[in-house]
T-cell receptor
């Protein structure tokens, strides 16, 4: 079983749709959580950090449920420019870093 | 600031050849790391470093060596290239004081093909 698992995708949605990404992690020592975005043949870039209290940045909302070891990302009013791969990322432990990436979920937003 | 730079962008090697992938950052980040990305696998950590002179193995270290003689540079060496090392390699850096809640900055990647 992978340490970080994401919906396999791809997701194909029309502009304006709401789309939800799900992620689960298996290591209870996980300390911090993120969503990264990766465009085709480009490097990953931070989209947002994820906190137990939840956080929102414009059309994007991220949630963390530590009890269920579950992370989510919601995109409202999808734009064509949201088309990308969304990576769930978990940092495990303290001190030295162990960063685990999910395999990613590809999103296609169509006009 | 150039951020994180990687060279070369593309490389083709024959089986058994060795080479070094270069990575440099100008943000004075303590933490640097190397990942490989294969289709359907996400990014997997190869080696990482928490400061000059300190390196450690990640998830998939076999066949790769690293060193960190300066804060800025973190080269990755392929000792004897194998077709299984065909992949896209990303270098990343981040701050690390106070824990692990910092953004990782990635270089543009090196696309390596081993024939």
């Amino acid at each position: 079983r992978k340490e970080v698992e994401q919906d396999p995708g791809p997701f194909n949605v029309p502009e304006g749709a709401t789309v939800a990404f799900n992620c689960t992690y298996s290591n209870s020592a996980s300390q911090s959580f993120f969503w990264y975005r990766q465009d085709c043949r480009k490097e990953p870039k931070l989209l947002m950090s994820v906190y137990s209290s939840g956080n929102e940045d414009g059309r994007f909302t991220a949630q963390l449920n530590r009890a269920s070891q579950y992370i989510s990302l919601l995109i409202r009013d999808s734009k064509l420019s949201d088309s990308a791969t969304y990576l769930c990322v978990v940092n495990v432990g303290t001190g030295g870093f162990k960063t685990i990436f999910g395999a990613g979920t590809r999103l296609f937003v169509k006009a | 600031n150039a951020g994180v730079t990687q060279t070369p962008k593309f490389q083709v090697l024959k089986t058994g050849q060795s080479m070094t992938l270069q990575c440099a950052q100008d943000m004075n980040h303590e933490y640097m790391s190397w990942y490989r990305q294969d289709p359907g696998m996400g990014l997997r950590l190869i080696h990482y470093s928490v400061g000059a002179g300190i390196t450690d193995q990640g998830e998939v270290p076999n066949g790769y060596n690293v060193s960190r003689s300066t804060t800025e540079d973190f080269p990755l060496r392929l000792l004897s290239a194998a077709p299984s090392q065909t992949s896209v390699y990303f270098c990343a850096s981040s701050r690390m004081e106070g824990g692990g809640d910092y953004e990782q900055y990635f270089g543009p990647g090196t696309r390596l093909t081993v024939t």
